[in-house]
């Protein structure tokens, strides 16, 4: 069964023949944008002038349009039917943070389950997924993963948001829908991974149905998931990611002048990503895979895996995933060739979104070769059109 030799990620004709000329014009604009620094530096705080100005169109028909599903839940229609349309699933990402307070938390909670029900029985949302920082306080998480002493106040607000995380993966749980629980900074990590640890002992008795997500950038995490393989009776869902937080965990251990959690370099990085899929592969009987990555190598790992291990190209144990208006030229073509695919399709208020909009951005701009690509697959398939006509 060879059905990598099916698959090239230079295929533009597939990776973009849902985008029109506009689309790839305005995408390429966008790209090109981020090789200025200073638009990084002060774009975001130009964004929310230009919301209060009345020109939150300039940001909507943009950045936002790119990597964004909508404003609200019902907004996201277009892009899952869009996506559905090439055999892209979605995940359906409720991107609004930075604001802790408990209102904000029940309404956080409340929308991820909205989330859950519409991908209730519905095929082209595979999964649903949340930030525990969006339902509980950062600095309890914080505490919890130092074993430091909670304040009677801490605590009330620990119990409140641990009874709103399993409630989320009971709800999960009863509709039948996978559900990821999204890495975060190494400091709150380790209270993180408890409760993931727990959901998972208490829901995944037939099937992955919780995900935890695993960031391959720290140096300690394939050991982390080895463990859990070894050790867990349950089955087990990972999430695999290389990681969204580099520079401010360097900074951090750097401050406070403890080892520094992420890997010496790339190259560490990507042989400890590749050695978590093929661990995950090898141990298929038991484990369900996210393939969360931009990377083609290990994409095309996961092809190459799938063969070894004789499982067809659609096993629902094994996902790649990509962000929506990123690497189109992995997502399409694996879809392309069968294989189950599904983008990250984030929403929320335009305002709310900045921060991880500007996260993309940054991304693009920091992450070696990410925008050279984005943009040189981006022309390339301009000029195809333009000689195909």
Not at 279 to 301: A, F, R
Request: one cysteine or more.
């Amino acid at each position: 069964m060879q059905v990598n030799s099916n698959i090239s990620f230079q295929d533009t004709a597939t990776a973009f023949a849902h985008k029109t000329d506009k689309d790839l014009g305005r995408a390429r604009l966008l790209f090109r944008s981020f090789d200025y620094p200073i638009l990084l530096k002060w774009g975001p705080a130009l964004a929310k002038i230009a919301v209060s100005l009345g020109f939150k169109f300039v940001i909507k028909d943009t950045i936002f349009k790119q990597f964004c599903g909508g404003e609200n839940i019902n907004d996201c229609v277009t892009a899952i039917d869009g996506l559905s349309h090439s055999g892209i699933g979605t995940i359906l990402d409720y991107s609004v943070e930075g604001e802790e307070s408990e209102a904000v938390f029940k309404h956080t909670a409340a929308e991820i389950k909205k989330t859950i029900d519409m991908a209730k029985g519905n095929a082209d949302i595979p999964f649903a997924v949340f930030k525990v920082t969006g339902i509980i306080d950062s600095h309890v998480l914080e505490k919890k993963s130092a074993n430091t002493q909670l304040s009677p106040s801490e605590e009330i607000l620990w119990d409140n948001g641990s009874k709103r995380f399993f409630d989320i993966c009971e709800h999960a749980k009863h509709s039948n829908v996978r559900l990821f629980i999204d890495a975060e900074e190494s400091w709150i990590q380790e209270a993180i991974d408890r409760l993931a640890e727990d959901a998972i002992n208490q829901f995944n008795t037939e099937k992955a149905i919780i995900y935890n997500t695993v960031q391959l950038y720290r140096h300690d995490r394939l050991a982390y998931l080895k463990k859990q393989i070894a050790e867990t009776s349950a089955f087990l869902g990972f999430k695999l990611v290389r990681g969204a937080y580099m520079e401010k965990e360097r900074a951090r251990a750097a401050e406070k002048g403890y080892q520094d959690p992420i890997q010496p370099n790339k190259a560490s990085t990507d042989n400890d990503y590749d050695a978590a899929v093929t661990v995950c592969l090898e141990n298929h009987d038991k484990v369900s895979v996210c393939i969360g990555t931009h990377n083609e190598n290990s994409s095309m790992l996961g092809v190459q895996l799938l063969e070894k291990q004789n499982l067809q190209p659609n096993d629902k144990k094994v996902y790649f995933s990509q962000l929506l208006g990123m690497s189109d030229h992995i997502s399409f073509n694996l879809s392309h060739s069968k294989y189950n695919v599904a983008k990250y399709v984030p929403y929320g208020p335009v305002t709310a979104v900045i921060p991880y909009l500007t996260r993309r951005a940054q991304e693009n701009s920091s992450v070696a070769g990410q925008m050279g690509r984005e943009l040189a697959l981006i022309d390339s398939e301009i000029t195809r059109r333009k000689n195909a006509k």
